[in-house]
């Protein structure tokens, strides 16, 4: 079993800054990417940003240049850095993880409960 924990999201005024987190934990024999999704009311659920194994990082237009990805390998978390934030970034935000259980497994999605991120003055 895999689980994705996320915690960080709440209520912040427009202009203002969170911090996600979300860990992996369980039978997890390699972590391919990790990534953020987010689905507002009445929409569908969207890509944030993602980050590879190798690095390589992709990001919405909507949120490129005031979010940032980053990753801690070692200890199977991600982790997203929300700046300059607006009520348009109001949202369930997801992790997501493509995640390898066992050697020569093909990799699976595994999804985190969501966390809510209210901004609102």
């Known amino acids: 079993q895999v689980q994705l924990v996320e915690s960080g999201g709440g209520l912040v005024q427009p202009g203002g800054s969170l911090r996600l987190s979300c860990a992996a934990s369980g039978s997890i024999f390699n972590i391919n990417a990790m990534g953020w999704y987010r689905q507002a009311p009445g929409k569908q659920r969207e890509l944030v940003a993602t980050k590879s194994s190798g690095g390589y990082t992709n990001y919405a237009e909507a949120v490129k240049g005031r979010f940032t990805i980053s990753r801690d390998t070692a200890n199977n978390t991600v982790y997203l850095r929300m700046n300059s934030l607006t009520p348009e970034d109001t949202a369930v935000y997801y992790c997501?993880?493509?995640?390898?259980?066992?050697?020569?497994?093909?990799?699976?999605?595994?999804w985190g409960q969501g966390t809510q991120v209210t901004v609102s003055s």
């Open positions: 997501n993880a493509e995640i390898t259980t066992r050697w020569f497994a093909p990799p699976a999605n595994y």
